[in-house]
């Protein structure tokens, strides 16, 4: 548990604001990881109109980025059970700090930034115990690691930050150890959750889903305007069972599960890969690389458009919707149907799209 001493601290420490900003760096508009055509990893930054605005080299394949809120920086983290996780400046191309996860922890490839970007937080495995751990870092001193929070759940994979720097955590409920790799170690004892988390570890609220759907793991996140929480869904059971793969949850309220019809929810073989809600809100959507499939739903009537592109994964709000990336370097508008913005020759997009 981080000392009440040392955080106090680092609030304090985050006054002075940094001079350079996202513009400096001709303020791209995404960030996303991907595999070039020579077979390796990189992070891009990418303007509006899809062009290149950088590319960093990663040492291992990416996952997601936590960018920094105001200066040109970002966190890049490698896939699941990855150990590090590198502070890119964005305008340099430079890697200014290599963070690595303590002994007998790993990252689940996010983070979030609170306290006015001062410090990062970490979803983390405590490899022992299965218990899910949020690590903290102070960017005010060089990010040194300043302590951790406990994630009141298993599996913790994606993390979001609040206005009033409330942590939203996706508990996924899959136990895993590095040394078994990616395999999931107690898929009928999950327990799955959302919890809100303050910054000093404790629990605010906590989602979790009916009995029937504990093998649902969830595993992203995204935030909606008025603060309506998105959280996308892998199911664990058979790809046959048509469950829900999309939540919404207001605080205070039982959380709403979104569906489509049937043979589209088939499609999805159980699998959403990423969520992003629309600038404004009205619209959420999830993806599904292995069904090939976008569903876009109204939020406030819960309609739902049915989008297909192969290997689709990484989506994001974009000025006038939402934008989407594939694994054959496609990145394209979400209208009426996916409209091409750009096409990367041999580069393969990986798991996400991160809007700054």
Not at 22 to 27: I, L, P
Not at 55 to 77: D, K, Q, S, W, Y
Not at 190 to 211: F, K, Q
Not at 287 to 301: E, K, L, M
Request: one cysteine or more; a neutral charge.
């Amino acid at each position: 548990m981080i000392a009440r001493r040392a955080f106090l601290g680092s609030l304090l420490a985050a006054a002075s604001a940094p001079r350079l900003s996202w513009a400096d760096v001709g303020s791209p508009a995404w960030l996303g990881a991907a595999r070039d055509a020579d077979g390796a990893y990189v992070l891009l930054g990418l303007a509006r109109d899809g062009t290149e605005r950088f590319r960093i080299a990663l040492p291992t394949r990416g996952h997601a980025a936590a960018a920094h809120p105001t200066a040109p920086e970002a966190v890049a983290f490698a896939r699941r059970p990855g150990t590090f996780a590198l502070v890119i400046n964005c305008l340099t191309g430079e890697v200014e700090h290599r963070l690595q996860s303590p002994a007998g922890r790993h990252f689940y490839g996010h983070g979030a930034f609170i306290a006015g970007g001062d410090i990062l937080c970490t979803t983390e495995n405590q490899i022992d115990t299965g218990a899910g751990r949020i690590g903290l870092w102070s960017r005010k001193r060089g990010y040194a690691r300043i302590g951790e929070i406990v994630s009141h759940g298993i599996g913790p994979h994606e993390i979001l930050s609040t206005v009033d720097d409330v942590l939203v955590v996706a508990n996924g409920g899959i136990r895993t150890h590095p040394d078994r790799g990616r395999d999931k170690l107690n898929i009928p004892q999950m327990r799955p959750s959302l919890a809100y988390i303050a910054p000093d570890g404790a629990l605010l609220e906590e989602v979790v889903l009916d009995p029937g759907l504990h093998m649902n793991s969830i595993r992203h996140l995204a935030q909606a305007p008025d603060r309506t929480v998105g959280f996308a869904m892998q199911w664990q059971g058979e790809s046959s069972d048509p469950v829900p793969l999309l939540g919404l949850h207001e605080r205070g309220k039982e959380p709403r599960l979104l569906s489509a019809d049937l043979g589209e929810q088939l499609v999805m073989q159980g699998y959403a890969g990423s969520v992003a809600f629309s600038r404004d809100g009205t619209d959420v959507a999830i993806t599904s690389p292995r069904g090939g499939r976008i569903h876009r739903f109204d939020v406030a009537t819960g309609a739902v458009q049915s989008l297909a592109r192969a290997d689709v994964c990484g989506i994001a709000a974009g000025p006038d919707g939402m934008v989407a990336t594939d694994g054959l370097g496609g990145m394209m508008r979400l209208g009426t149907r996916p409209e091409p913005i750009a096409r990367f020759e041999g580069l393969s997009w990986d798991n996400h799209l991160i809007a700054l």
